[in-house]
């Protein structure tokens, strides 16, 4: 998401660009409460991820004369689907086979995933990290305060600071489920610490 396509957003809200940034937080708010009324964890992820499909709709030329209603058609439909795919989770532990040592294996798995973490963590930019490290730092509730700090300090609006956070977190999420599935399979882990083979920028 680039800085002139949240612009292009911003500017179909209302051509006062205070205004517009008044009207983002409302509607932002909204669809938080939204999400967590209807028991979805990171609705804060959820609310940015329906804003941001709009955005990129308006970007990619789409005409949508009133964002801030469509934006809740689009949660929504993100609604729908976040509920299919918590469905799918579900079936899939239902299918699970029972372990022969549970407390043993927890043990491992949570060895395997920080070992995991730490390596992915490494793979990216010294700035990325700071930036990921930054993010999810403090507890509930300084995490406004040390977010908003942080976009100061890197000089992006709230937003941006947000939507580069999601990304980074599913890469990190993407790399530690290939590397968790490369030492379960007994292979080394660490050669190729992105999926994409290379470092992240």
């Not at 998401?1 to 051509?15: G, P």
């Not at 028991?39 to 499909?53: K, L, P, S, T, V």
């Amino acid at each position: 998401m680039t800085q002139e396509a949240f612009a292009k957003f911003l500017a179909c809200l209302d051509a006062n660009t205070t205004r517009a940034g008044e009207l983002y937080e409302k509607i932002r708010a909204k669809l938080i409460s939204f999400f967590a009324w209807r028991g979805f964890q990171f609705a804060e992820d959820h609310a940015d991820e329906a804003i941001n499909r709009v955005i990129r709709k308006i970007d990619e030329g789409e005409e949508i004369r009133d964002p801030s209603t469509y934006v809740y058609g689009v949660a929504r439909m993100l609604i729908l689907e976040l509920a299919k795919e918590r469905e799918k989770q579900n079936a899939a532990f239902d299918n699970l086979p029972p372990p022969i040592a549970p407390e043993a294996e927890a043990d491992d798995d949570s060895q395997m995933r920080v070992e995991c973490l730490q390596r992915c963590l490494q793979s990216l930019s010294p700035d990325n990290r700071a930036l990921i490290l930054g993010y999810y730092q403090e507890d509930k509730g300084a995490k406004v305060a040390s977010r908003k700090l942080l976009a100061e300090r890197l000089q992006i609006p709230l937003n941006a600071l947000r939507i580069r956070a999601l990304r980074l977190r599913d890469k990190l999420e993407t790399c530690i489920n290939s590397g968790l599935q490369q030492m379960s399979r007994g292979r080394s882990f660490g050669a190729n610490l992105s999926p994409l083979g290379k470092k992240w920028n």
